[in-house]
């Protein structure tokens, strides 16, 4: 698996080199720099610009570029420990997501549940969550509902996202909870709405139609912890 982007690269050199087989680098480098990738595990190539572009499919390398371990997702059932997780159901933009997986890792959220979209680019989610994604648990359950079920059986309080929900500012969070988030242009599904235990909103001082999803998920994450 290829990411690419100064910071993901390196968010991965220094937290987990291990994961790093190759490392391609398309630009001049201080000496001293170079010197220490050298004297790493893995192996470090130069390669020219032209090769960079095509190896990131023309996206921003900024001159680096790393073959990486592929990344290791969780099963529902290893979340029993779990005390707070977030679940992004049908979210599908990918810097969103990446976004809203830097948060979470940042604010101290247990896991994140992916929903509602049948896969999704590991690499692109990597990148766009600047390497977070490798210390934040990710589990993969297409049917939103079929998570819903399980975390209620496994004694979390289920909240979601809704401009209709009571203030999360009057809302006092206690025990195992999960925080449900919609998709950027339908929300939640009016009947996983249902499920919930409490929906609840960001209310604005200003009047204004929505936040966008990943800062909405960074406001409620950060109330909810």
Same mark, same amino acid.
Do not use: W
């Given at each position: 698996?290829?990411?690419?982007? &100064?910071?993901?690269?390196?968010?991965?050199?220094?937290?987990?080199?291990?994961?790093?087989? !190759?490392?391609?680098?398309?630009?001049?480098?201080?000496? &001293?720099?170079?010197? $220490?990738?050298?004297?790493?595990?893995?192996?470090?190539?130069?390669?020219?610009?032209?090769?960079?572009?095509?190896?990131?499919? !023309?996206?921003?390398?900024?001159?680096?570029?790393?073959?990486?371990?592929?990344?290791?997702?969780?099963?529902?059932?290893?979340?029993? #420990?779990? &005390?707070?997780?977030?679940?992004?159901?049908?979210?599908?933009? %990918?810097?969103?997501?990446?976004? @809203?997986?830097?948060?979470?890792?940042?604010?101290?959220?247990?896991?994140?549940?992916?929903?509602?979209?049948?896969?999704?680019?590991?690499?692109? @989610?990597?990148? =766009?969550?600047?390497?977070? /994604?490798?210390?934040?648990?990710? %589990?993969?359950?297409?049917?939103?509902? #079929?998570?819903?079920?399980?975390? &209620?059986?496994?004694?979390? !309080?289920?909240?979601?996202? =809704?401009?209709?929900?009571?203030?999360?500012?009057?809302?006092?969070?206690?025990?195992?909870?999960?925080?449900?988030?919609?998709?950027?242009?339908?929300? @939640?599904?009016? $009947?996983?709405?249902?499920?919930?235990?409490? /929906?609840?909103?960001?209310?604005?001082?200003?009047?204004?139609?929505?936040?966008?999803?990943?800062?909405?998920?960074? @406001?409620?994450?950060?109330?909810?912890?």
């Amino acid at each position: 698996m290829i990411i690419y982007g &100064k910071q993901p690269v390196y968010y991965l050199i220094e937290k987990h080199p291990g994961k790093v087989k !190759t490392l391609f680098v398309s630009k001049e480098l201080d000496k &001293k720099e170079y010197s $220490r990738l050298m004297r790493m595990d893995f192996e470090l190539k130069r390669i020219p610009e032209n090769a960079a572009q095509s190896m990131s499919k !023309t996206g921003n390398h900024q001159g680096f570029l790393a073959e990486v371990d592929e990344l290791d997702l969780y099963e529902l059932k290893e979340l029993n #420990d779990a &005390k707070f997780v977030l679940v992004l159901a049908g979210i599908t933009d %990918v810097g969103n997501m990446g976004a @809203i997986i830097r948060s979470a890792y940042a604010l101290g959220v247990d896991a994140v549940i992916i929903s509602g979209i049948k896969q999704f680019s590991a690499e692109n @989610i990597i990148r =766009s969550s600047a390497g977070a /994604a490798y210390d934040m648990p990710l %589990v993969h359950v297409h049917n939103l509902y #079929d998570v819903m079920n399980e975390l &209620k059986l496994d004694g979390f !309080t289920l909240y979601g996202a =809704s401009m209709d929900g009571k203030d999360i500012r009057d809302v006092k969070c206690d025990g195992k909870r999960a925080l449900i988030m919609g998709s950027e242009s339908e929300g @939640i599904p009016a $009947r996983a709405l249902k499920k919930l235990d409490m /929906a609840v909103s960001i209310k604005m001082e200003n009047e204004f139609d929505s936040l966008n999803v990943s800062v909405a998920s960074a @406001i409620l994450m950060d109330r909810m912890r």
